[in-house]
């Protein structure tokens, strides 16, 4: 069975503030993809990073970065100098090699305080 | 490019009665999602289309929910009849994979179909 726990509920910071958002993972599977996705008030689910897991890098895309650990099975997503239009719920994923079942975190509410 | 377009936004219905969404996928994406998304949580998975052909529907309630996907592009999710417990949002998403290659495509989502039930 796959899981993604994403343990923090909610997590408010003020503008400028780097945030790191925490995601733990489960799976059997050797080889798997893991997904970052921002939903904003909109509703709309945002693609933002997939991984593969045999890619151990660590990924940085503007204020984005990413620090994949296999050893501890986690997925982190961190935003450097956080801004107001940062704030939505962000989802963490799990998805086997074949069959594209992304199973989906609980989520992970940032607020962004100006 | 359009992206995958939902409808309705919004529909708020009585218990018992008939409820029907309907997706329309990005251009070319051979792949088509359901999910239910229910509040504060992950969205779930319903069923997963490959063009016309129902691949994964283990998570859909079959007594009440039907879903299907016509000429292998547009899709309608109905549930038929509704309870108190369907309240939520129904995400469709698209995508476009290559077939045992392994490659798990970029799943794109529409804005979702959020349903009350009374």
């Known amino acids: 069975a796959q899981k993604v726990t994403q343990a923090q509920t909610e997590i408010s910071v003020v503008e400028k503030e780097d945030v790191t958002l925490d995601c733990v993972y489960e799976?059997?599977?050797?080889?798997?993809?893991l997904f970052w996705y921002k939903q904003p008030p909109s509703g709309e689910l945002v693609f933002l990073i997939r991984?593969?897991?045999?890619?151990?890098q660590n990924e940085i895309s503007g204020r984005y970065s990413w620090n994949f650990q296999k050893s501890t099975s986690s997925f982190n997503f961190t935003i450097t100098a956080s801004q107001v239009v940062d704030s939505a719920v962000y989802f963490c994923a799990l998805s086997p090699q074949y069959g594209n079942k992304l199973v989906f975190g609980a989520g992970t509410i940032l607020r962004v305080k100006s | 490019e359009a992206g995958v377009v939902q409808s309705p936004r919004y529909k708020i219905i009585e218990k018992k009665q008939p409820v029907a969404f309907w997706c329309n996928p990005i251009?070319?994406?051979?792949?088509l999602y359901w999910y239910l998304q229910n509040l504060g949580q992950g969205p779930e998975l319903l069923i997963r289309y490959e063009n016309e052909e129902a691949v994964d529907d283990s998570q859909l309630p079959k007594d009440r929910f039907s879903a299907e996907r016509l000429k292998g592009v547009d899709s309608t999710l109905k549930i038929q009849p509704a309870e108190l417990g369907d309240s939520a949002v129904y995400l469709c998403?698209?995508?476009?994979?290559?077939?045992?290659?392994?490659?798990?495509?970029?799943?794109?989502f529409g804005e979702g179909s959020r349903l009350t039930v009374l």
């Open positions: 799976t059997r599977d050797t080889t798997y993809y």
């Open positions: 991984r593969n897991s045999f890619d151990e």
């Open positions: 251009s070319g994406h051979n792949t």
């Open positions: 998403a698209s995508s476009l994979d290559l077939p045992f290659s392994g490659n798990t495509g970029e799943l794109f």
